[in-house]
């Protein structure tokens, strides 16, 4: 069983950045592939990034290439969401999620943990 806390979400004008935090609870995070989903008001949550146990590959959905940076420190249980230019339509809550057999890359829907989730809401 892993349990994942996100935190660091929060409001911000469009054009600023935010920084998300995941704290994950298990004795085997470092084999597990992460990512990050977000689920914006009245739609289908839907993937943003993941990142493999090693740190050495990461995935991006298009909308947020080049705008987000994920991240992961295996000696500290811990994976990050940095959100630089961020839009109105970035706002959503947004989901850490582990993948504890990582098996599939890039995996963008099959997570076997999930957190409660970090509101982020970005002001135009």
Same mark, same amino acid.
């Not at 995941?22 to 289908?44: D, I, L, N």
């Given at each position: 069983? @892993?349990?994942?806390?996100?935190?660091?979400?929060?409001?911000?004008?469009?054009?600023?950045?935010?920084?998300?935090?995941?704290?994950?609870?298990?004795? *085997?995070?470092?084999?597990? #592939?992460?990512?990050?989903?977000?689920?914006?008001?009245?739609?289908?949550?839907?993937?943003?990034?993941?990142?493999?146990?090693?740190?050495?590959?990461?995935?991006?959905?298009?909308?947020?290439?080049?705008?987000?940076?994920?991240?992961?420190?295996?000696?500290?249980? *811990?994976?990050?969401?940095?959100?630089?230019?961020?839009? &109105?339509?970035?706002?959503?809550?947004?989901?850490?999620?582990?993948?504890?057999?990582?098996?599939? %890359? &890039?995996?963008?829907?099959?997570?076997?943990? %999930?957190?409660?989730? #970090?509101? @982020?809401? @970005?002001?135009?």
């Amino acid at each position: 069983q @892993v349990q994942l806390v996100e935190s660091g979400g929060g409001l911000v004008q469009a054009g600023g950045s935010l920084r998300l935090s995941c704290a994950a609870a298990g004795r *085997t995070f470092s084999t597990y #592939t992460m990512g990050w989903f977000r689920q914006a008001p009245g739609k289908e949550r839907e993937f943003v990034a993941a990142i493999r146990w090693s740190g050495d590959s990461t995935y991006y959905a298009d909308s947020v290439k080049g705008r987000f940076t994920i991240s992961r420190d295996n000696a500290r249980n *811990t994976v990050s969401l940095l959100m630089n230019s961020l839009k &109105p339509e970035d706002t959503a809550v947004y989901y850490c999620a582990a993948d504890q057999y990582g098996s599939r %890359w &890039p995996n963008t829907f099959d997570y076997d943990y %999930w957190g409660q989730g #970090t509101q @982020v809401t @970005v002001s135009s």
